[in-house]
């Protein structure tokens, strides 16, 4: 058998269903074809979840970064590449290009992943797997032009915005609340009428642990800090996940998030 | 160019991060699927929501009723066939088959639509549009075998169990509530610990009145009623969604709904 390509490609379209109010493809959505594709592509070359299941591992995703330049719109086909940049013991970098039917680059993304022992929950070593199968594969020099993620620094300045139950469908095949359920929650402290003047431009995303299905997610936003970008000016949120397990127990922080928004909807 | 034919044929894969914690894909997203389906195979065919919204028309669902033998698990590959069973003035029927690669079947939907004037909000005629070039597509014989839905009876005893608010990723591209949105929020009422116990048979919705971002959602059930099916036991619940606009008017109702769930899961 050829060996696969190092770069993975596989076709989505921005179903109707699947588009906000003005027609294009929910940020959720597209975070969802993202992981699938990461799915199908490490499935493929034989370190995927499916495999891994049969050695008690799996994959979790640790950071999570998206720069559109443009949402795909309704009814679009379009494409999510997908690559591993790097590979060290408990840390892989994971790429993602999404490009349209004549090749027009919507954006890019970024992820880390870690590998868990799905007995002890602790990590375990990504080159343990197959003898370092992934290493393999590695694709150092296909572009991703995007940053990567930084620490999002957490001033003292956030406070609580919402407070919400999670549920049923919040929980994904792991048992946890899906990584792309944090992602609609917090793009949802945004109304219609914000979305109806500014565009999502970026949105970064740190897993700190995890959550289940019963948790309490309570969202702590810092107000708006005006950045000034290269050539529009741009509008970027801090925001902080925690959990709340038990009414008497503290708080506990699930995740970190950027999201920068340009002034204006291209 | 050749006539299409009369019934629609989509694939869909079960995508890992549209599954539940026990690898079935979620209703939800297999209502998304049917609708998508939907969309489609009418645009294909000239009478979609592409050609209505350059005549200020919609197509909007008023009744939905899915039951499934069986739901596709994660990486399951499948296809959502489709096709009108008749076309009134004010009301179409089209049912849906969802099959496996092997042809085996994993249940049926089947919906009513209407057609409003987006301006207006009002109904208007089915057969006045394209001079009635629905009706050239009418399939009768093929088959459907699951009841229509009835009038779901509404008694007293329904018990207000949740109320939540909507948000941003709640509306579609009409700037409506999705209607699949109050699915996942109506299978929400029920929690991971029943999921593992109880499989989703059957789901009926009706869609009385429109909502909007913003407007709190208030579900009332009734009690479990036990109904003895002809070969296993099943547990039916009638579910009534209101709307609340503004704290000072009445509650609204927008959904009548009935759960069938089995009592073990296959």
Known sequence: MDKLPKIGRYPFTAEPFHCDFSGKLFMGHLGNHLLNAADFHSNDRGYGM????????TWVLSRLAIEMEEM????????VETWVEGAMRYFTSRNY????????VY????????????ETRQPTDILAVRDGLITEYIEKDYLCPIEKSSRVRMDDKVVLVRSIDTFYNDVDMNGHINSVKYIEHLL????LEWYRR???????????????QGNQLNFYRTPQCEAVGEETETLEYCVKIT?????ELEEIEVCRCKVVFGESVR
């Open 198 to 212: 500014h565009a999502l431009r970026r949105l970064d995303i740190a897993y700190v642990a995890e959550s289940h």
């Open 188 to 191: 949802d402290l945004w109304d």
């Open 107 to 118: 954006g890019h993304g970024r992820s880390i992943w870690a590998m868990i022992d799905t």
């Open 50 to 57: 499916n495999y891994l299941n049969t050695v008690r591992k």
């Open 72 to 79: 795909p719109k309704a009814y679009d086909k379009f494409f």
């Open 243 to 247: 959990k709340t397990v038990s009414p």
């Open 97 to 104: 290009k999404v490009v349209g039917e004549d090749e027009h």
